[in-house]
C-alpha cells in the first residue's frame, strides 16, 4: 500500500462498515452508523497532530500538559454527504473550525461543478481535513482540494469512507502529495461512477433521498 494511503482496518470500523453496506440498513441507522465510524477515523488522522505544552492546576499538583489546538485544525465537508462525516469528527475535535465546498456531479461527464465555497479566514496557520464518504471517480475530491489550496493551508488530509483504485490514481495524479485516509478499498466503479461493491449513493442513504 502506497504511503499516501492510509486504510483504518480497525475491527469496529470494519464491522460498522459492514452494516452500513447492506441495503436492508435504514436511513437512521446509517446516519448512526457514519458518525460512529467517523469518530474513530477521525483518531487516526489526528495521530500525528502538533500538540503544545500548557501548564494546568490538577487536585494534587501544578504540572505542564499536552494540548491539542483545535482552533488550528479547519474541517472542510464536499456538500452534501460530507456532512456526515464532519458531524462525527466535531464531536472528538468541537473546537475546530469548519468550511464548505458545494460540489455536485454533472451527470453526463461525471465532472465536478462548484456552486459554494466558505472556509475560515488566514488557513496559512490551518491544518486542513477534507471529508467525503466516497472517493469514487474523485473528481469532486480533486476539485475540492484544488480550490482548497488556493486558500494556502498549512496542510491537507483527505478522509473518506470508502474509495477504489480508479479514485485513488486521479486524485494522486492531481496531487501526490495529499494523504488519503479510508476505511476501505473496492473493487472498481461501474459505468455510472459508482464504487462496487460499495453501499450505494452515500448522500441518498444519509438523507433518506433517492
Known sequence: MSSRVHVIDHPLVQHKLSLMRMKSTSTSAFRNLLTEVSVLLAYEVTRDMPTHQVTVETPMARTSVPMLDGKKIVLISILRAGTGILDGILRLIPSARVGHVGLYRDPKTLTAVEYYFKVPREMSDRDAIVVDPMLATGNSAVAAVERLRETRPRSIKFVCLLTCPEGLKNFHSHH?????????????????GYIIPGLGDAGDRLYGTK
Open 176 to 192: 501526490p502529495d495529499v494523504p488519503v485516509y479510508t476505511a476501505a478499498i473496492d473493487s472498481h466503479l461501474d459505468e455510472h
